[in-house]
């Protein structure tokens, strides 16, 4: 993605509004006359699973309003990076990778604000699956989607875990989990599919489970319009099948995964500065400015 900054200029009594778009782990200096910021924190997502595996877990979303920050200070902008997919199955099967948590930091008393990664989707595992083994999906920010078999319905990873929060705002509701659990892995041929990775959405967040005929869809992620449109962000990954197509992934922005977080803040003089990091991981920063009167 690339990170665009768009830097509306204005008159003195105006509004000011700056969206910033980061692409890695970076660090932002706070600047002078900014108090305050709004934030959006998102996770890096899970791999998916190998053989009839479960979709990767979305990462945990969280956001909120007028958190407290100091001028001049530095900020440590986290990107997680995105989990691995299973390419082990069989005997010795691992389920996909957990993604990387994404998160904001800064010197005391500031208190970091963390999202978890998403749990990675079941993998086969023969001999000695089973429950608790890695046929079920893995716990984070979402949960992964169990494995589909025959033999063992494989279980959906919890989702918020560790536990935490989201206070809401930027066009987002208050939610008391960063993500929803995947779903489970079906028993039935001839598609023994796995269960979708679970999503942000409170409603509709958590993964579909398997069946004989298709994977289960990946639960759907949480909109926001942290970055001036309304985006979803956070859905899981579909559910894999034996022969034909998996199940469809989750409403959102993404993909492997995904992180953002917003940073807004008011001026003196009743100028607003809104400052917006989204961040996805990859390997090169890209930025373009524009620049327009309010």
Do not use: H
């Not at 996909?96 to 800064?106: D, K, L, V, W, Y």
């Not at 001036?228 to 959102?252: F, N």
Request: glycine fraction near 32%.
């Amino acid at each position: 993605m690339t990170g665009i900054l768009n830097l509306i200029i204005g008159s003195l009594g105006r509004r000011f509004t700056i969206i910033q778009t980061f692409t890695a782990t970076s660090t932002w200096t706070c600047p002078t006359g900014v108090t305050s910021v709004d934030y959006l924190i998102v996770g890096a997502g899970g791999g998916g699973g190998k053989d009839r595996g479960g979709g990767g877990g979305a990462g945990g979303f969280r956001t909120g309003t007028g958190l407290a920050v100091t001028a001049g200070s530095d900020y440590t902008i986290t990107v997680g990076g995105a989990g691995s997919g299973s390419t082990t199955s069989g005997s010795g099967g691992l389920r996909g990778g957990t993604g990387g948590a994404s998160s904001i930091a800064g010197p005391s008393p500031f208190s970091t604000i963390s999202s978890a990664g998403g749990g990675g989707g079941g993998s086969w595992v023969s001999p000695g699956g089973g429950a608790g083994s890695n046929q079920d999906g893995g716990s984070g920010g979402s949960g992964g989607g169990g494995e589909g078999n025959g033999v063992y319905a494989s279980a959906g990873g919890a989702g918020n875990s560790p536990s935490a929060s989201s206070d809401g705002g930027n066009g987002a509701p208050s939610n008391p989990q960063q993500g929803r659990s995947g779903g489970s892995g079906s028993t039935s041929g001839p598609q023994y599919a796995g269960g979708g990775g679970g999503g942000a959405d409170a409603t509709n967040g958590a993964g579909g489970n398997g069946t004989g005929s298709a994977g289960g869809a990946g639960g759907t992620g949480t909109t926001s319009t942290i970055s001036g449109s309304s985006l979803a962000y956070a859905g899981g990954g579909g559910g894999g099948t034996e022969v034909s197509s998996g199940g469809p992934g989750g409403s959102s922005i993404g993909g492997n995964g995904g992180v953002g977080l917003l940073l807004a803040a008011m001026l003196p003089l009743q100028i607003v500065v809104q400052v917006v990091v989204e961040a996805v991981q990859q390997t090169t920063v890209e930025m373009d400015q524009t620049a327009s009167s309010s």
